[in-house]
């Protein structure tokens, strides 16, 4: 059932992908490679390129190469180089184009893009870059990046991508240039696992020890965390467990909801909504940003956040934990331990509620994001560019970059769901690797920002899979709706780059140095940061945003923002 299911929808795909260049008439008379088609007329299909089937992508007997440039890295220890991932080796053959991979480190990825664009040495593609929307404006203002709305290349050659931009507004507007350019496919977050950006995860055997239930409250969480540093409930006698293990912005995505404030998700930064007066928010000036720094600061000093709160490493927090040092800590998922020790957490039962009776949750990502998957100029085949990355859109193609082929890579499981089948996991998974250390085997997972989507069962990120994804479906309800981050014209931008990027830095030295105790946080302190900050232009920013968000919701977002609530299971 479940495969016809997902045969379906590819199908559904293809026939919209064949209507749309059915009636642009005789393929063979489309444009040449790279046309750029000013004209407003769509681009047709060139002729070598197969429109019958969605695989293979160009007919027998064509031979072209497609430039990648790709972010990867040492993340996970044994990690290959792209050419030995199983999914590279298979869709080549699969859709009959060659891939040229050049891998880059994040660190150097900013530096070794600018020196492309500088030597005019451009790939034909810029995969997995998170390629922010300023950076993306400016680079397609300079015509290196492909407007993919253009001859409606993106509508016509990314049928899936497509669809689902009917279905989720938002994941166009992440992207969307003020003026209507697209330049990226970004990665579409349609399940709740990856919607929520940060669950809260407890030691159930701590938490019997100490004699607490999950909290519900922000008292109950500070009772349970001071219990657990307290009363011995890793039962050695000694002093030796800690509060919370957490990273800073990951402490924020789960508590600040508590204070009222985050309302619209984690998208925007300090940028929210005021309810009463239907205006964007800078809530890093408002009374519950005072109390929710007041609330971390009375954690810190107690010992209740870890003392290395602002070193946080997930190599550490997989430590902490397994060494049972560590029973409550918040993160994406639990790639870090081993399956038996994910057994020992259990998360949230929804939101908790802070001391003003406010029951939010900020950790929510939007269905919409940007910078995934960028054509350049240089590209001679941007048709075949992007058909090359829609499929991955699709249940069936999401499947097989997440998990490669069944029989060779996975098995299906009675339940619906898939897994990595025995020579995969025997080989990664049973030695010290972590689960995601096992999947960059498989596919080019690692480090996110892949052009694909997030839809369960057919992602095989630990976001959307046992502990975390029932974590995540526990706080569906009282989530956000959950902004995209915005995008802004060349002006706005100079505002932005001009003032908030400075706001935001001084908003969070000022943050941390409370936290810690270096500096004190009082009503005349708190009135030097609040005054500071409009002196800085917070109210221009503002301005910016507002537009924004105005302009967003015209284009498209007529009903609003989706809440996350479709995706409950
Ligand atoms: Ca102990």
Redesign the pocket.
């Known amino acids: 059932m479940m495969k016809a299911k997902k045969i379906l929808a590819c199908m559904l795909a293809l026939i919209l992908l064949l209507s749309i260049t059915a009636c642009g008439g005789d393929p063979s008379q489309g444009n040449g490679p790279g046309n750029q088609n000013n004209n407003g007329e769509p681009v047709k299909a060139p002729d070598y390129m197969n429109m019958d089937s969605q695989m293979p992508i160009v007919k027998e007997g064509t031979d072209i190469t497609l430039k990648i440039m790709v972010v990867n890295g040492p993340m996970y220890a044994n990690m290959n180089s792209l050419r030995d991932v199983y999914f590279t080796q298979a869709y080549e053959k699969m859709t009959g184009v060659k891939i040229e991979w050049i891998e880059v480190s994040s660190d150097a990825f900013a530096d070794q893009l600018a020196l492309k664009l500088t030597t005019n040495d451009l790939p034909d593609i810029i995969l997995k870059g998170g390629i922010s929307n300023s950076v993306q404006l400016k680079y397609g203002d300079q015509d290196y990046f492909l407007d993919l709305m253009q001859g409606d290349r993106l509508k016509t050659f990314a049928p899936n991508y497509w669809a689902l931009c009917q279905e989720y507004p938002e994941v166009l507007s992440a992207s969307m240039m003020p003026e209507g350019q697209v330049y990226s496919m970004g990665m579409i977050r349609n399940s709740t696992g990856s919607t929520i950006a940060s669950k809260l995860f407890f030691n159930k055997e701590w938490l019997s020890a100490v004699g607490k239930d999950v909290p519900t409250t922000a008292d109950e969480f500070y009772n349970v965390l001071k219990a657990f540093k307290e009363e ?10 800690m509060g919370l293990y957490i990273k800073p912005d990951h402490l924020q995505f789960v508590t600040f909801g508590m204070f009222g404030i985050g309302n619209r998700g984690r998208n925007n930064g300090f940028i929210d909504y005021d309810e009463e007066t239907g205006k964007v928010r800078y809530f890093a000036t408002t009374d519950g940003f005072r109390d929710w720094v007041e609330w971390a600061t009375k954690l810190y000093k107690e010992g209740l956040l870890h003392k290395e709160y602002f070193d946080f490493t997930e190599s550490n927090l997989g430590n902490y934990v397994n060494n049972n ?1 560590c029973g409550a800590f918040a993160y994406t998922n639990l790639c870090m331990l081993g399956q038996e020790t994910q057994q020992k957490f259990t998360y949230l039962d929804g939101a908790m509620t802070g001391p003003q009776g406010d029951k939010d949750y900020y950790g929510v990502n939007s269905i919409g994001t940007t910078g995934s998957f960028v054509i350049t100029t240089a590209c001679q085949y941007p048709e075949v560019a992007l058909r090359w990355a829609d499929y991955f859109f699709c249940d069936e193609g999401s499947l097989f970059f997440y998990y490669g082929d069944e029989g060779v890579t996975y098995d299906a499981l009675e339940d619906g769901t898939y897994q990595f089948n025995d020579t995969v996991l025997a080989d990664f998974y049973a030695g010290t690797n972590s689960y995601d250390g096992c999947a960059v085997y498989v596919s080019l997972y690692g480090y996110g920002n892949t052009p694909t989507m997030t839809k369960v069962p057919f992602n095989s990120a630990d976001d959307n899979k046992g502990i975390a994804l029932e974590a995540a479906n526990a706080l569906i309800e009282d989530c956000a709706i959950a902004w995209p981050a915005f995008t802004f014209t060349k002006k706005e931008q100079r505002i932005i780059e001009d003032s908030k990027n400075d706001i935001d830095k001084y908003v969070a030295s000022m943050r941390d140095a409370w936290i810690m105790g270096t500096n004190e946080l009082n009503d005349e302190t708190w009135a030097q940061f609040v005054n500071t900050i409009k002196r800085m232009g917070i109210d221009d920013v503002l301005e910016v945003y507002e537009a924004a968000l105005d302009r967003a919701y015209a284009s498209g977002l007529k009903d609003g923002f989706h809440t996350m609530d479709e995706f409950k299971p």
């Open positions: 011995d409930p890793n039962g050695n006698g000694r002093p030796d467990e040092v």
